[in-house]
């Protein structure tokens, strides 16, 4: 077998498989989607906030951090429509702590109240 064909025929058989995968690929999108992690994490979020708009977002992690930016991003994701502003002066906050049991030291703060604990880190407060 010359070079040349050997290249053809290995060429064919790439595109063969790439063909192949994409197909297996779809099939299992389209035959039974798996349900949204993000979406049934947040889901109680999502209903504690709606009306909001907009609303605030304290988490332990750090936000200029990888883990933090991933949650933060996560829960922007999954509470949309609403509105999440990191940092901020919203009145009306989310808490998504990778530590929950860090919730009952965080509402020492003199100007937060819980409005809503939701389980799971997961937390909606109000500033006073």
Known sequence: MSARRLLWWWAGACAAAGIFCAAFEAAQLFWQPAPDPIANRYAPAR???RGAGVAGFLSDDPLDGDAGALRFHRALYGVA??????????RVLLVDLAHPERLAR???AP??????DLG?????VEKR
């Open 47 to 49: 209903e504690a906030l």
């Open 81 to 90: 429509p609403t509105v999440l502003r990191p940092n901020s002066q919203e």
């Open 106 to 108: 965080l509402l020492t």
């Open 111 to 116: 100007d937060l109240r819980l409005r809503k």
């Open 120 to 124: 799971n880190g997961l937390a909606v």
